[in-house]
């Protein structure tokens, strides 16, 4: 229909599967990167995952962090770490768990609290989150485990709905886009404090269900292409439904980026991380459906996909 903006051409004829080596070399290397990153330094885990003490407080007037380090420290608490988030006044605490049952942990609180209204008169404390080491090891074991099933859940999706080769190119791709997410995370978490924790896993298992539905409208369309052009060679379908699908594809992210944009900008500390990283989630998806998941169909299904044997590739 005439006046309707596309951000895609009708005609366009983008030929993806030249870049096929360089997409797949590129992603490799980022998820080796991302696994070296994982096991060092190493995830910045949250109180979720390792227990502690979380104390959100509120000063008055801009937080004085300096001070506020020089005044904790003191406590004999263990190590006291400070996190800006939200306005200049609201300050995380984050403290070690304390040798002993709750009422050691409301003991510490209670110490807190007190050094805060003498050293800082008018600070406030806000809330308050203890998590015992037996609670953080079963929210870890639960947070890995629906990581786990959810990828194999769709794994048997994929299986069902189309031929294996569509099957292992949507899951390797999978892995893949999850690596290089943890990879985020550990640099995030160095860089800016990022926590790695059950909104984390919220966060990754947002962005492979993403992942998997991007990459089943493209897979449908070469479904398609492959019963209308029976002898049209794979490399060139493919190429042809990747462009065929790349407006809807890229309309689709481009929503879902500007619709968190403003998550990731005001939305606070906890909406905040979730939002960055479904941002990175968001681009990594997207263009792994076009320089991961099609290229490994392209390896997979070459002479296997085809209805009639006048189909073959064409020399790269």
């Given at each position: 229909?005439?006046?309707?903006?596309?951000?895609?051409?009708?005609?366009?004829?983008?030929?993806?599967?030249?870049?096929?080596?360089?997409?797949?070399?590129?992603?490799?290397?980022?998820?080796?990167?991302?696994?070296?990153?994982?096991?060092?330094?190493?995830?910045?885990?949250?109180?979720?995952?390792?227990?502690?003490?979380?104390?959100?407080?509120?000063?008055?007037?801009?937080?004085?962090?300096?001070?506020?380090?020089?005044?904790?420290?003191?406590?004999?608490?263990?190590?006291?770490?400070?996190?800006?988030?939200?306005?200049?006044?609201?300050?995380?605490?984050?403290?070690?768990?304390?040798?002993?049952?709750?009422?050691?942990?409301?003991?510490?609180?209670?110490?807190?609290?007190?050094?805060?209204?003498?050293d800082f008169p008018g600070a406030t404390i806000r809330r308050t989150e203890a998590v015992g080491a037996t609670v953080s090891n079963?929210?870890?074991?639960?947070?890995?485990?629906?990581?786990?099933?959810?990828?194999?859940?769709?794994?048997?999706?994929?299986?069902?709905?189309?031929?294996?080769?569509?099957?292992?190119?949507?899951?390797?791709?999978?892995?893949?886009?999850?690596?290089?997410?943890?990879?985020?995370?550990?640099?995030?978490?160095?860089?800016?404090?990022?926590?790695?924790?059950?909104?984390?896993?919220?966060?990754?298992?947002?962005?492979?269900?993403?992942?998997?539905?991007?990459?089943?409208?493209?897979?449908?369309?070469?479904?398609?292409?492959?019963?209308?052009?029976?002898?049209?060679?794979?490399?060139?379908?493919?190429?042809?439904?990747?462009?065929?699908?790349?407006?809807?594809?890229?309309?689709?992210?481009?929503?879902?980026?500007?619709?968190?944009?403003?998550?990731?900008?005001?939305?606070?500390?906890?909406?905040?991380?979730?939002?960055?990283?479904?941002?990175?989630?968001?681009?990594?998806?997207?263009?792994?459906?076009?320089?991961?998941?099609?290229?490994?169909?392209?390896?997979?299904?070459?002479?296997?996909?085809?209805?009639?044997?006048?189909?073959?590739?064409?020399?790269?």
């Open positions: 229909m005439a006046g309707i903006l596309r951000l895609v051409p009708d005609d366009t004829k983008i030929q993806f599967m030249k870049g096929r080596f360089a997409g797949l070399a590129t992603s490799a290397v980022l998820s080796i990167i991302s696994l070296i990153l994982f096991f060092h330094p190493g995830l910045h885990y949250g109180i979720d995952f390792v227990g502690g003490i979380v104390i959100e407080a509120r000063t008055q007037g801009p937080a004085d962090f300096g001070a506020l380090r020089n005044s904790l420290n003191g406590l004999g608490l263990g190590p006291v770490a400070l996190q800006e988030f939200g306005a200049k006044e609201d300050v995380l605490i984050r403290l070690d768990r304390q040798p002993g049952d709750d009422s050691a942990q409301q003991k510490a609180v209670d110490t807190v609290r007190a050094k805060l209204t003498q079963e929210l870890f074991r639960d947070g890995m485990m629906a990581l786990g099933l959810a990828l194999l859940a769709m794994l048997a999706y994929i299986w069902f709905r189309f031929e294996w080769q569509f099957g292992v190119g949507a899951v390797v791709t999978l892995i893949l886009d999850v690596t290089k997410v943890i990879g985020f995370y550990v640099i995030m978490g160095k860089l800016f404090g990022v926590q790695f924790n059950l909104t984390a896993v919220a966060a990754i298992l947002t962005i492979m269900g993403y992942s998997i539905n991007d990459k089943v409208v493209v897979y449908d369309r070469m479904r398609e292409n492959l019963r209308k052009y029976k002898t049209m060679p794979l490399r060139e379908l493919i190429d042809l439904s990747i462009n065929e699908t790349l407006s809807r594809t890229i309309g689709t992210s481009t929503t879902i980026f500007l619709s968190t944009l403003p998550l990731a900008l005001f939305g606070g500390e906890a909406l905040r991380d979730f939002a960055i990283v479904l941002l990175w989630g968001v681009v990594l998806a997207t263009t792994s459906s076009i320089f991961i998941a099609a290229p490994i169909l392209l390896f997979l299904g070459e002479n296997r996909l085809r209805r009639t044997p006048a189909a073959t590739a064409q020399p790269a």
